[in-house]
């Protein structure tokens, strides 16, 4: 048997995205048996050594270190991903693309416009792949709305809708954190939330936003941090309108004060020719309805996107009908960045998706202090919808 080549990871951060991707890179080759690599968890960095020699060792690292430059500056080191907050981004995939490194980030790519354009143009000019953490579009019940809107299953698309709530920071006494200050985040639940609804309206629709008009509240201006309290400057809540290409309308809310919702992300896009509709809490299903059914049978029909010769992914995870989930979509993004690494093929979203979405979300949060329309002058040419992953025949029940 040919030995797979070695590919190195170093990884920045240890929380919550940590151990999301630090799994993905643990189950990638385990599941999908035509990984092109040996992926080695090589080097976990963080900022000090606080609780990290802890998580390296939980989640099988090799090696932990609090210096990222000495890092970057090994040869042995392939791919650098990114999972500290927003702050920390451009800084540290700057220093990472011109060390000749490939780099994963999350989302958003960026604190602005201007940094997220600067990360792109890098990443072209050192040909280096590079991809953006937006996982959601990885969930087959995702992969599969945006393969029927691209068969104009739903005709001609008239309205997008988003919603992500979540009530985290309903009560006031909840301490203050790095996502209450502009500084670390950028903006509160829009760069935050409203980012994923974006880049899912981009992927399932394949249109590109053209204006914005948006509305911010922040409900609780002050919280608690050690003996005082600390302002709070960014957004609890963020709405917005959009107008899409080929005349399409949009409207998407994001918030941290809605009781009882404590991950609600939810999608629906309405056609001339029918509807579907996709919610987080049941990810792997897809709400379809169409006026081409017969009348006595039209209505919203479940889809189980779960079936492995039919829907991406499903195939290497578990028997037909066995749910995945989320932490199996970080595994199935990696995968897919893992195969164009190795064909030396574009993958998405790569940085200029990241750059497509600050620009959105940079406009709206104009659009909410000036109370008017902007629309979004777009920093480069509309590279196109994402390709949809369709299941291959190598790939159909060999989950079972």
Not at 67 to 82: N, T
């Amino acid at each position: 048997m040919t030995a797979k080549p070695i590919l190195n990871v170093a990884l920045v951060g240890y929380a919550f995205m940590g151990r999301a991707h630090s799994n993905a890179y643990q189950q990638v080759g385990r599941f999908f048996a035509d990984c092109p690599f040996e992926v080695r968890k090589k080097v976990m960095i963080a900022r000090t050594a606080d609780k990290l020699a802890a998580a390296a060792e939980t989640w099988g690292w090799e090696e932990h270190s609090t210096d990222f430059d000495a890092v970057i500056a090994r040869d042995d080191i392939d791919v650098v991903d990114i999972t500290t907050p927003p702050n920390g981004h451009y800084a540290l995939a700057k220093k990472a693309l011109l060390a000749g490194k490939h780099v994963l980030c999350e989302k958003p790519l960026a604190m602005s416009v201007g940094e997220a354009k600067e990360l792109a143009a890098l990443a072209k000019k050192m040909k280096r792949t590079c991809g953006v953490w937006h996982a959601y579009r990885f969930c087959p019940a995702a992969s599969t709305a945006a393969r029927l809107c691209r068969e104009g299953r739903i005709g001609e698309i008239r309205h997008v809708r988003g919603l992500y709530l979540q009530d985290w920071l309903n009560d006031p006494t909840v301490g203050a954190g790095w996502r209450t200050q502009k500084r670390i985040c950028g903006s509160g639940s829009h760069g935050d939330l409203n980012a994923h609804l974006i880049d899912m309206t981009r992927f399932i629709t394949g249109l590109e936003f053209e204006s914005v008009n948006g509305l911010a509240r922040t409900f609780v201006d002050k919280r608690p941090s050690g003996d005082g309290m600390v302002k709070v400057d960014v957004d609890d809540a963020f709405l917005f309108l959009a107008q899409l290409q080929g005349g399409a309308v949009g409207s998407f809310e994001a918030t941290r004060f809605a009781p009882g919702h404590k991950n609600t992300n939810f999608i629906e896009v309405n056609g001339s020719k029918g509807s579907l509709r996709w919610d987080f809490h049941r990810m792997n299903e897809l709400q379809f309805f169409s006026f081409d059914d017969d009348a006595h049978v039209q209505g919203w029909h479940n889809i189980m996107c779960m079936d492995s010769a039919a829907h991406p992914y499903a195939g290497s995870w578990w028997p037909n009908g066995h749910h995945v989930g989320y932490e199996h979509c970080f595994t199935n993004m990696l995968y897919d960045y893992l195969q164009a690494l190795a064909a030396g093929k574009p993958f998405r979203p790569d940085f200029a998706d990241g750059v497509a979405v600050q620009e959105v979300v940079d406009a709206a949060l104009d659009s909410a202090k000036t109370k008017q329309w902007v629309k979004i002058v777009r920093s480069q040419k509309f590279a196109g919808p994402s390709p949809v992953r369709v299941p291959a025949a190598a790939e159909r029940n060999a989950g079972l």
